[in-house]
């Protein structure tokens, strides 16, 4: 049954799970109209909330997944929220659509995706309970709210690749698509390459020196301040953090309303599916009961006879599942036994299904063990917390009583370190956080000799800073650039001269004579007619580009241009021939499997343009007042 599930699904299905799994957990659709802050919202949708509270746990999703943020400019930041909002609005849109059209998931196909999830199984690589309830757990999240983000992922999924897969492409359309992709150009080109012309080439002192009077920005050394400051570094208290054993045990007891989980049963079950002879699967199903109830093992019948093969290999088991997770009938049927009963058998859409419930787990708490690396890793993290902030504490108090940046920081156990060159860019160890930029290059900070404020640099770091020196933006003095200055002149009459010979050459041929002769005289390197493609991976880019982008060539209108190639050289060359693709010169199943790609493409773009339409027809409202006024985008 399960196997059967699964095989509906392609693997775009699989990387939207695991999608889900990379990041901390987004549930789309599960969470779009909670509101954690009363009657908040960063958007209404055709009348539906898209919470505040909601909005800010993405975000918060974002940047732990892209830590680069935490130093990004206003800017920056800004688009990313905006992306994000515009995101959540078209989910929110979608998830309506849905609604209104009464788009509906089974049971069976939410266990089915639940059950393929890796992070879900254990070494055998089936599916794993405890897998699963210490997976969510780490994230917060409860049975429900998961199962539920998975049905409303699948009922997404099944529309967008319903439309991804019913893209159409006419043999017109694809026959000219090949036409294009395999079509090749014939030219001959003519090549002035730097080498031929860059030895001859004298620069003189003169030269140099008006070049380096005429551009005095180009040589400039930024201001930069040498720095002692004292960093707190939440990494390194937490590395110092040790979690007893009593503590574990002190902490599970207090949290055990957490893990509470409903009441599981581990059941088994064999499959025969059924195609055009029902009767015959129901008999077969009869027969096989008959066998169990007269002493016949069920694992071993199982392993044998099961039409399910993702539970036939661990003896029909299907683990333990709440009532939620098991498929509709079954779970019916398996809530109705007791201990060691069978039942069966029972049709569902899949077949008729043997039954046997296993065992029975009442509600309760998870065990210790099976939650200890989650708890571990929150009291290590809830005292790190706690530590670091006492330590940021302790700091600031000591500067308020001692501004000296050395006895503060022996006051309060820590150690001055020491930076150099520090410019309006940044520089290590800070990068290019401008929490810290900002505070150094304060007019006060580098004229006065004094200690900062204790700043928050980002959520991990606090420093306060001292500049030991302000080093003013300076000029390199000449002797210290003349061979670079030098090196510029060379390159720039070397790109004019070989500019003005190719378009020398060009004029030529444009005025009637033969490209071949005509090159050769100029001194070019002259090719033998090459052929290419779009696809070329051997010649220069820009002159593949250039030939590709000009018109195809005509006996009074022949193609000719110069182009300036990746090396610095220059090529002139003529186009002489276009040659049309041809969809027979590729085989068979490399010819329907770009048909395919083609046409899927096509689909993509449908799809797209259907959620830009229901943008188009919605009633979108932004609260612009609970975006600007949220510390947590700013």
Do not use: C, W
């Amino acid at each position: 049954m399960l196997q059967n599930i699964r095989e509906k699904f392609t693997g775009t299905f699989a990387l939207v799970i695991l999608a889900l799994l990379a990041v901390p957990f987004v549930f789309v659709g599960v969470g779009a109209n909670y509101n954690f802050l009363g009657g908040s919202y960063v958007a209404k949708v055709d009348g539906e909330e898209i919470g505040l509270g909601y909005f800010e746990a993405r975000y918060r999703d974002v940047v732990t997944a892209n830590p680069e943020l935490a130093t990004a400019s206003p800017e920056q930041r800004g688009q990313v929220r905006q992306q994000l909002l515009d995101s959540l609005i078209y989910e929110q849109l979608f998830e309506n659509y849905l609604n209104d059209q009464g788009y509906r998931i089974s049971d069976e196909q939410v266990v089915a995706s639940i059950r393929d999830v890796p992070e879900f199984q254990g070494e055998d690589g089936q599916f794993n309970r405890a897998a699963y309830n210490e997976t969510l757990a780490a994230q917060g999240i409860s049975d429900a709210d998961f199962e539920r983000s998975q049905r409303s992922r699948l009922r997404r999924q099944q529309l967008q690749l319903s439309m991804a897969a019913t893209g159409l492409m006419t043999p017109a359309e694809y026959r000219r698509y090949i036409n294009l992709a395999l079509e090749e150009r014939l030219v001959t080109t003519a090549t002035f390459s730097p080498d031929s012309i860059t030895e001859t080439i004298e620069i003189g002192d003169a030269d140099v020196t008006a070049f380096y009077d005429e551009n005095p920005a180009m040589f400039q050394v930024p201001e930069s301040a040498d720095v002692e400051f004292v960093m707190i570094s939440r990494g390194d208290v937490a590395a110092d953090v040790e979690v007893s054993e009593e503590e574990l045990t002190a902490y599970y007891e207090e949290n055990q309303f957490r893990y509470l989980q409903d009441e599981q049963r581990e059941a088994s079950h064999i499959l025969f599916t059924f195609g055009d002879d029902e009767s015959a699967a129901e008999a077969e199903a009869i027969a096989v009961l008959d066998r169990i109830r007269a002493g016949e093992d069920f694992a071993a019948l199982a392993s044998e006879l099961s039409d399910d093969t993702g539970t036939a290999q661990d003896g029909g088991s299907f683990g333990a599942l709440t009532r939620t997770q098991y498929p509709g009938e079954l779970g019916a049927a398996i809530f109705a036994l007791g201990e060691g009963d069978l039942d069966g058998p029972i049709r569902t859409d899949f077949g008729f299904h043997i039954v046997k419930l296993d065992r029975v787990l009442p509600q309760g708490s998870l065990p210790l063990e099976q939650v200890r690396a989650e708890l571990v890793n929150e009291i290590r993290e809830r005292e790190a917390d706690e530590a670091y902030r006492a330590a940021e504490n302790d700091l600031g108090n000591v500067l308020f009583d001692t501004p000296e940046l050395a006895a503060a920081a022996a006051a309060a156990g820590l150690e001055v370190q020491a930076a150099s060159g520090i410019t309006r860019e940044g520089g290590e160890p800070f990068g290019n956080n401008q929490v810290a930029i900002d505070t150094i290059f304060e007019p006060g900070m580098l004229t006065g000799g004094q200690t900062s404020d204790l700043v928050e640099l980002d959520n991990e770091r606090v420093a306060v800073f001292r500049v030991q020196r302000y080093n003013e933006a300076t000029r390199q003095p000449l002797d210290d650039v003349r061979e670079e200055i030098r090196g510029i002149l060379t390159a720039n009459e070397t790109d004019r001269l070989l500019d003005e010979r190719a378009r020398a050459l060009l004029e030529q041929v444009e005025s009637g004579s033969e490209f071949r002769s005509a090159a050769e005289a100029a001194g070019a390197e002259v090719s033998e007619p090459l052929l290419l493609s779009r696809q070329d991976q051997e010649n220069d880019p820009a002159l593949l580009y250039s030939v590709y982008a000009s018109g195809r060539p005509t006996e009074m209108h022949p193609v000719r241009d110069v182009v300036r190639n990746s090396t610095g050289g220059y090529t002139v060359y003529s186009l002489d021939a276009v040659i049309a693709g041809r969809p027979e010169s590729i085989p068979l199943a490399q010819r329907d499997s770009a048909k395919l790609m083609r046409a899927q493409e096509s689909g993509t773009a449908d799809f797209s343009s259907f959620l830009l339409s229901l943008r188009e027809g919605a009633d979108v409202v932004v609260n612009e007042d609970a975006l600007a006024g949220n510390d947590v985008f700013q």
